[in-house]
């Protein structure tokens, strides 16, 4: 698992160069890729050394009347690509695969995740557990769940909300606007509850 810095601050932002000590800083850009082309994107971007994540799982399948476990993407058309803002926009105007940003409808700019936001989706994401539970972003039934992190197993260091999906205590992950993951249940005896979370964490929670 790659390392990652904290950052804050809520990061729905235009597109700027973000300086720190006279160079750019990279972010988290959420791509739409359209025509189920995202692992043609993710080939082009390790092959350039660009980091990048697809949400992934494994899944059941029949063929030739024998079941296979095939690791596919979760969510189709989407990737997240970790880079800096002058450097993104030389990878568009360079590639010829489908890719465009995901707008934030309010401010009509690109979205940027935050790093702390992206850090615990991937820790959840990243394990490609088959039992992965994929949802609709800001799910309104989940508002009243408490902001708790992992601390043992599969999905340790992760930060959500502990919530009840489909008869199972989970914990979720919000990508504000993008997409939410439920873990696979959860004893209560792996969490701890975040009694002082970061209030742009709680606020981009749910």
């Not at 006279?22 to 972010?27: L, S």
């Not at 059941?60 to 970790?82: A, C, D, Q, T, W």
């Not at 360079?94 to 890719?99: D, M, Q, V, Y």
Request: aromatic share 8%.
């Amino acid at each position: 698992m790659p390392s990652y810095k904290k950052n804050s601050n809520f990061a729905h932002v235009e597109v700027r160069t973000i300086v720190k000590k006279g160079r750019e800083e990279k972010v988290w850009f959420a791509i739409r890729v359209t025509y189920n082309r995202e692992l043609k994107v993710k080939e082009d971007l390790d092959a350039r050394g660009i980091q990048n994540f697809v949400p992934m799982q494994y899944r059941r399948e029949e063929r030739h009347g024998v079941m296979v476990k095939r690791l596919v993407p979760s969510v189709h058309n989407l990737i997240f690509i970790h880079i800096t803002p002058t450097d993104m926009k030389e990878y568009k105007m360079s590639t010829e695969l489908p890719i465009r940003y995901i707008m934030d409808k309010a401010n009509r700019k690109p979205i940027i995740v935050p790093e702390k936001e992206m850090e615990n989706f991937i820790k959840v994401a990243g394990t490609y557990d088959e039992k992965l539970i994929y949802l609709n972003p800001d799910p309104g039934d989940f508002a009243q769940g408490e902001r708790v992190r992992i601390i043992g197993g599969a999905f340790a260091g992760a930060e959500g909300v502990f919530v009840r999906v489909k008869g199972d205590r989970r914990v979720l992950i919000n990508v504000e606007g993008l997409v939410a993951v439920a873990t696979t249940f959860v004893h209560p005896s792996m969490i701890e509850k975040i009694s002082n979370p970061d209030p742009n964490q709680l606020d981009n929670a749910l």
